[in-house]
């Protein structure tokens, strides 16, 4: 299994902050990674795909970058509305794997 | 623009069979380059991918459940849906379907999901 790791597990920031989420491939997975946004008692939503591609209808604050095993998430200025936690997700594998999560919150 | 919806039981009794369905609306679950794919999220942890299956009827698995997970597709219903036997305390989760948009060199990621469903494992 291919396993990803992000850092940090939780995060505090102000309304403002630039902020930006790191995630770990075990092996090289090309751009093959995807960034999602959960709120509470919500499904995932699709941010980034393809490690750099914004979502069709996702703020342009969010961005993503990185490929092979090292991958970042970048909100450049956070609104209230983006307090939520953060998954990358790889699809390189058959099995696809998520990261353990980013929970940011209101410092 | 396509919505998927999970319905089934919210309590199922330890080793008996949980059994959910996924119902497609807005498009044809046949049309188009997808994947359709079951994930679940127990309470308070990650993300686990469960398996995905094509309208074809090809399917893939976790193998950490593939021996007790079968995921089928019924398009006549615009359906498809998920069984996963000797279920344990464990299996308690919120469980969500979501469409798998796969393009050109495979690469794919899930949008949209559904809302989730709980579905809790207890005598």
């Known amino acids: 299994d291919i396993q990803m790791t992000q850092s940090p597990s939780s995060l505090s920031a102000s309304v403002g902050d630039r902020v930006t989420i790191t995630c770990r491939a075990s092996?090289?997975?090309?751009?093959?990674l995807n960034w999602y946004q959960q709120k509470p008692g919500k499904a995932p939503k699709l941010l980034i795909y393809a490690a750099s591609s914004l979502q069709s209808g996702v703020p342009s604050r969010f961005s993503g970058s990185g490929s092979g095993t090292d991958f970042t998430l970048t909100i450049s200025s956070l609104q209230p509305e983006d307090f939520a936690t953060y998954y990358c997700?790889?699809?390189?594998?058959?099995?696809?794997?998520f990261g353990q999560g980013t929970k940011l919150e209101i410092k | 623009q396509v919505q998927l919806q999970e319905s089934g039981p919210g309590l199922v009794k330890p080793s008996q069979t949980l059994s959910l369905t996924c119902t497609v609306s807005?498009?044809?679950?046949?049309?188009?380059?997808?994947?359709w794919s079951w994930i679940r999220q127990p309470a308070g942890k990650g993300l686990e991918w469960i398996g995905r299956?094509?309208?074809?009827?090809?399917?893939n698995y976790n193998p950490s459940l593939k021996s007790r997970v079968t995921i089928s597709v019924d398009t006549s219903k615009n359906q498809f849906s998920l069984k996963l036997s000797s279920v344990t305390a464990a299996d308690t989760a919120v469980y969500y379907c979501?469409?798998?948009?796969?393009?050109?060199?495979?690469?794919?990621?899930?949008?949209?999901w559904g809302q989730g469903t709980l579905v809790t494992v207890s005598s």
């Open positions: 997700q790889q699809s390189y594998s058959t099995l696809d794997t």
């Open positions: 299956i094509y309208t074809s009827g090809s399917t």
């Open positions: 979501a469409r798998v948009v796969v393009v050109p060199a495979a690469m794919s990621w899930f949008d949209p």
């Open positions: 092996q090289s997975i090309s751009s093959y």
């Open positions: 807005g498009g044809s679950i046949s049309s188009g380059s997808y994947y």
